[in-house]
């Protein structure tokens, strides 16, 4: 069964990089799509970046493209997220999950189906 161990995350400064990082049990590439989503109190989960299980193709959420990263390490089982000029707004817990969905349904957070433990990452002056 797959597990997701998740490292990375901190308070940071608005402008600020960081790069989480989540370590797969398993091999993600041609197997599994691995996402990157994020929460707020009182907010649903909701979609960041994912690298597709084929192909290697990556897909962000409009308010993070441009500034986020996502990658994958296939000889590490590690899946990264690099995230520059952080804002306020991104302060939020953050998971890596898993899913065998279909590319059109990437982006939902139901589609997930493993998830990390969750990283907070909190962006402030």
């Known amino acids: 069964q797959m597990r997701l161990v998740q490292s990375g995350g901190g308070l940071v400064q608005p402008g600020d990089s960081l790069t989480l990082s989540c370590v797969t049990s398993e091999r993600t590439a041609n197997s599994v799509t691995v996402g990157w989503l994020r929460q707020t109190p009182g907010k649903e989960r909701e979609f960041v970046a994912a690298?597709?299980?084929?192909?290697?193709?990556?897909y962000y959420a409009d308010s993070v493209k441009d500034r986020f990263t996502i990658s994958r390490d296939n000889a590490k089982n590690t899946v990264y997220l690099q995230m520059s000029n952080l804002k306020p707004d991104d302060t939020a817990v953050y998971y890596c999950a898993t899913t065998r969905t279909v590319l059109s349904n990437i982006r939902r957070a139901s589609a997930y189906d493993k998830w990390g433990q969750g990283t907070q990452v909190t962006v402030s002056s």
């Open positions: 690298i597709f299980r084929s192909g290697g193709y990556t």
